[in-house]
C-alpha cells in the first residue's frame, strides 16, 4: 500500500513540474503561424496568399460596387429570370440601409475580401523581421505585404469612410471587435504602408511579372493624395513615376488591355489583378457577368469563340449606358474598342439591340473560364493624375502636355481648355472614357463631391425613360430608385452583429 502511494505522489510531482512545458508543446502534425514562418520560402508562399482575395474581388464585387454604381453602367433586367436585389439595389442607388448597416450581399463580401487580404499581410509583417534570410528578398515580400495592406484599406476606407484599423494577426474574437478608426487614422496608415512600399519595392524591370512594385506602390500614394487634394504631394510622386519606373503608353489602346494568355502586364500596366484560363483554379469570367442576356449559342459565340459555347438567361450587370456612350468625342478610337453591341433575339425589350463591355471580351477555349488580367493603375491613369494635380495647382498649360499624350492616342486634338475651370471639366471627362469600366467612376464622384449633382440628374433620366436604360417593355425601376446618394455605404450587417462598435 506504502509503495502504491508513493508511485501516486511521484507521479503527481513529474506531472506538475512539466504541466507548464506541456501545454506550450507545438503540436508539430498541424500547420500554424508558429511552425509555418521559419523560412523564406514560407513568406513567399504567404505572399502569394495574400494577393488571392483579390481575384474574387475584382471577379464578382469591385466591378458592382464602383463602376454600376455610378452613371456608366447599369443592368439589363430579364423580368423571366427574376429578382436579383443585392446588385439591383446597387445599380439603382437602392441600398437599403439603416443605422449605418446594410444587408445587402456585395458589401459584406466585398468587406470581407479585403479583410482577408489585411489578416495575411498582417501576419506577414509580424512575423517576418524574427527569421534571417536575405535582405533584398525580404524586402521584396515585405514591400509586397504593405502594398497589398495599403490598398486594401484604400478600398475600405473609399467605399465605407471608416472600418476598424488591424495591423496585427487577430487572435481571439475581443480582437477582432476594434473599434471604427476615422477616415483620417485610415489615410494616414495607408500612406505610411505606401510610402514604406515604395522603398522596398522592386521596379517593373526587376520585379517579378504580376507582382506589385515600386511603380503601383507610388501610384497608390498619389492615388491617396488626390483623394486628400494634396497636389503638390501628386505632382513628384507622378513625375518620379513616368521619369523613372519604365512605363509607356502602348499606341494601340486595344493592346493595353491583355487577351486571356496573352500581352499581360505589359509596357502600360502598373498594376493588374491576374487570372489564368484553364483548370487550376485561377481563372476568371467577369465577361460573362457583364454580356447581356438572355443571348443564344449563335449571338455570344462571335463575343467569347468558345468550342463549348452555351447559351445564359441570367440577369446582365455592368451595361454600359446611353450617357456613357454619347461621353466619347466624334472619332474616339476607345469607343469602338471599349463597347461592342449584341442583337438579343429573345429579348423582352423593343429595341433589341444592346452595348456591351468589349474591351474584356477576349476570345478563349473555355465557356464560362477566362484568363483576361483586371487592369488595377495604368501609365495612362498616371497621365491623368499628374494633369489634374497640376492643374489643381494653378498650372492648367501644364497640365495639358499630359492630358494631351492620353487624347494623341485616342485619335483626338489637343483638348482646347485653356483656364484652370475648364481643365478640370476636361480631365474629368478624359478620365471617364479613358478609364472606363476600370472600377474608377464611383470614387471620381465621390472624391469631388459631385455624387448628388450627377447620380441625381441620371436618375431621372431612367426613370423619365426606362426603355433607354434596357428596361423590358412596360418595366419601370424600383419606387426607391436613386433614394440613396451617400458617398458611403453602410456596413455590413452580419459584421455588426459580431462587434459593438458598428
Same mark, same amino acid.
Request: with cysteine.
Given at each position: 500500500?506504502?509503495?502504491?502511494?508513493? !508511485?501516486?505522489?511521484?507521479?503527481?510531482?513529474?506531472?506538475?513540474?512539466?504541466?507548464?512545458?506541456?501545454?506550450?508543446?507545438?503540436?508539430?502534425?498541424?500547420?500554424?503561424?508558429?511552425?509555418?514562418?521559419?523560412?523564406?520560402?514560407?513568406?513567399?508562399?504567404?505572399?502569394?496568399?495574400?494577393?488571392?482575395?483579390? &481575384?474574387?474581388?475584382?471577379?464578382?464585387?469591385?466591378?458592382?460596387?464602383?463602376?454600376?454604381?455610378?452613371?456608366?453602367?447599369?443592368?439589363?433586367?430579364?423580368? @423571366?429570370?427574376? /429578382?436579383?436585389?443585392?446588385?439591383?439595389?446597387?445599380?439603382?442607388?437602392?441600398?437599403?440601409?439603416?443605422?449605418?448597416?446594410?444587408?445587402?450581399?456585395?458589401?459584406?463580401?466585398?468587406?470581407?475580401?479585403?479583410?482577408?487580404?489585411?489578416?495575411?499581410?498582417?501576419?506577414?509583417?509580424?512575423?517576418?523581421?524574427?527569421?534571417?534570410?536575405?535582405?533584398?528578398?525580404?524586402?521584396?515580400?515585405?514591400?509586397?505585404?504593405?502594398?497589398?495592406?495599403?490598398?486594401?484599406?484604400?478600398? @475600405?476606407?473609399?467605399?465605407?469612410?471608416?472600418?476598424?484599423?488591424?495591423?496585427?494577426?487577430?487572435?481571439?474574437?475581443?480582437?477582432?471587435?476594434?473599434?471604427?478608426?476615422?477616415?483620417?487614422?485610415?489615410?494616414?496608415?495607408?500612406?505610411?504602408?505606401?510610402?514604406?512600399?515604395?522603398?522596398?519595392?522592386?521596379?517593373?524591370?526587376?520585379?517579378?511579372?504580376?507582382?506589385?512594385?515600386?511603380?503601383?506602390?507610388?501610384?497608390?500614394?498619389?492615388?491617396?493624395?488626390?483623394?486628400?487634394?494634396?497636389? /503638390?504631394?501628386?505632382?513628384?510622386?507622378?513625375?518620379?513615376?513616368?521619369?523613372?519606373?519604365?512605363?509607356?503608353?502602348?499606341?494601340?489602346?486595344?493592346?493595353?488591355?491583355?487577351?486571356?494568355? /496573352?500581352?499581360?502586364?505589359?509596357?502600360?500596366?502598373?498594376?493588374?489583378?491576374?487570372?489564368?484560363?484553364?483548370?487550376?483554379?485561377?481563372?476568371?469570367?467577369?465577361?460573362?457577368?457583364?454580356?447581356?442576356?438572355?443571348?443564344?449559342?449563335?449571338?455570344?459565340?462571335?463575343?467569347?469563340?468558345?468550342?463549348?459555347?452555351?447559351?445564359?438567361?441570367?440577369?446582365?450587370?455592368?451595361?454600359?449606358?446611353?450617357?456613357?456612350?454619347?461621353?466619347?468625342?466624334?472619332?474616339?478610337?476607345?469607343?469602338?474598342?471599349?463597347?461592342?453591341?449584341?442583337?438579343?433575339?429573345?429579348?423582352?425589350?423593343?429595341?433589341?439591340?444592346?452595348?456591351?463591355?468589349?474591351?474584356? !471580351?477576349?476570345?478563349?477555349?473555355?465557356?464560362?473560364?477566362?484568363?483576361?488580367?483586371?487592369?488595377?493603375?495604368?501609365?495612362?491613369?498616371?497621365?491623368?493624375?499628374?494633369?489634374?494635380?497640376?492643374?489643381?495647382?494653378?498650372?492648367?498649360?501644364? %497640365?495639358?502636355?499630359?492630358?494631351?499624350?492620353? &487624347? %494623341?492616342?485616342?485619335?483626338?486634338?489637343?483638348?482646347? !481648355?485653356?483656364?484652370?475651370?475648364?481643365? &478640370?471639366?476636361?480631365?474629368?471627362?478624359?478620365?471617364?472614357?479613358?478609364?472606363?469600366?476600370?472600377?474608377? &467612376?464611383?470614387?471620381?464622384?465621390?472624391?469631388?463631391?459631385?455624387?448628388?449633382?450627377?447620380?441625381?440628374?441620371?436618375?431621372?433620366?431612367?426613370?423619365?425613360?426606362?426603355? %433607354?436604360?434596357?428596361?423590358?417593355?412596360?418595366?419601370?425601376?424600383?419606387?426607391?430608385?436613386?433614394?440613396?446618394?451617400?458617398?458611403?455605404?453602410? @456596413?455590413?450587417?452580419?459584421?455588426?452583429?459580431?462587434?459593438?462598435?458598428?
Amino acid at each position: 500500500m506504502k509503495t502504491k502511494y508513493i !508511485a501516486t505522489w511521484l507521479l503527481a510531482i513529474a506531472l506538475t513540474g512539466c504541466k507548464e512545458e506541456f501545454l506550450t508543446v507545438i503540436p508539430e502534425t498541424a500547420l500554424s503561424s508558429a511552425t509555418f514562418f521559419v523560412k523564406e520560402a514560407d513568406f513567399q508562399q504567404a505572399v502569394n496568399a495574400a494577393y488571392v482575395p483579390l &481575384r474574387q474581388y475584382f471577379n464578382e464585387r469591385a466591378w458592382v460596387l464602383e463602376e454600376m454604381h455610378s452613371d456608366n453602367t447599369y443592368y439589363a433586367r430579364n423580368t @423571366l429570370y427574376g /429578382a436579383v436585389d443585392p446588385t439591383e439595389n446597387v445599380a439603382d442607388f437602392a441600398v437599403p440601409t439603416s443605422g449605418g448597416v446594410t444587408a445587402n450581399d456585395n458589401v459584406l463580401v466585398a468587406y470581407r475580401l479585403n479583410y482577408q487580404i489585411i489578416a495575411r499581410a498582417n501576419q506577414i509583417l509580424t512575423s517576418i523581421d524574427a527569421i534571417d534570410f536575405a535582405e533584398a528578398s525580404k524586402n521584396n515580400l515585405k514591400g509586397q505585404a504593405l502594398f497589398l495592406r495599403g490598398f486594401a484599406y484604400f478600398e @475600405l476606407v473609399r467605399l465605407f469612410g471608416k472600418v476598424p484599423l488591424h495591423l496585427i494577426p487577430v487572435t481571439g474574437r475581443e480582437d477582432a471587435a476594434l473599434p471604427l478608426a476615422s477616415t483620417e487614422e485610415l489615410y494616414a496608415q495607408i500612406e505610411k504602408d505606401a510610402k514604406e512600399a515604395s522603398t522596398l519595392l522592386l521596379n517593373k524591370a526587376k520585379q517579378e511579372a504580376g507582382r506589385a512594385t515600386s511603380g503601383a506602390a507610388k501610384t497608390l500614394l498619389a492615388n491617396l493624395y488626390l483623394t486628400q487634394k494634396k497636389w /503638390a504631394l501628386v505632382e513628384p510622386l507622378m513625375k518620379d513615376v513616368i521619369t523613372n519606373d519604365g512605363y509607356s503608353l502602348i499606341p494601340d489602346y486595344d493592346n493595353a488591355f491583355s487577351f486571356t494568355s /496573352a500581352n499581360k502586364n505589359n509596357a502600360e500596366s502598373v498594376f493588374e489583378i491576374q487570372y489564368m484560363e484553364g483548370s487550376a483554379g485561377y481563372n476568371g469570367g467577369f465577361v460573362y457577368r457583364f454580356i447581356p442576356s438572355p443571348i443564344t449559342i449563335d449571338e455570344l459565340r462571335p463575343i467569347t469563340g468558345t468550342s463549348n459555347t452555351q447559351p445564359t438567361s441570367q440577369e446582365s450587370n455592368n451595361i454600359p449606358t446611353p450617357d456613357l456612350i454619347a461621353a466619347y468625342e466624334a472619332g474616339d478610337k476607345r469607343k469602338d474598342i471599349s463597347i461592342g453591341y449584341v442583337t438579343l433575339s429573345q429579348s423582352l425589350a423593343e429595341n433589341k439591340k444592346y452595348p456591351y463591355i468589349k474591351k474584356y !471580351a477576349r476570345t478563349h477555349a473555355l465557356h464560362g473560364n477566362t484568363g483576361q488580367n483586371w487592369p488595377v493603375y495604368r501609365f495612362a491613369e498616371v497621365l491623368l493624375v499628374l494633369a489634374e494635380a497640376l492643374n489643381e495647382q494653378g498650372k492648367p498649360a501644364e %497640365a495639358g502636355t499630359y492630358i494631351n499624350q492620353v &487624347r %494623341a492616342r485616342a485619335g483626338l486634338a489637343a483638348t482646347k !481648355a485653356a483656364s484652370q475651370a475648364d481643365m &478640370r471639366e476636361a480631365i474629368f471627362k478624359e478620365r471617364r472614357v479613358e478609364l472606363a469600366f476600370e472600377n474608377k &467612376r464611383w470614387f471620381d464622384l465621390t472624391r469631388t463631391g459631385r455624387v448628388k449633382e450627377i447620380i441625381g440628374a441620371y436618375g431621372a433620366k431612367v426613370k423619365a425613360n426606362p426603355a %433607354a436604360y434596357y428596361f423590358p417593355k412596360g418595366a419601370v425601376p424600383p419606387p426607391n430608385a436613386f433614394t440613396v446618394l451617400d458617398d458611403y455605404y453602410g @456596413l455590413p450587417a452580419i459584421e455588426s452583429a459580431l462587434t459593438p462598435s458598428f
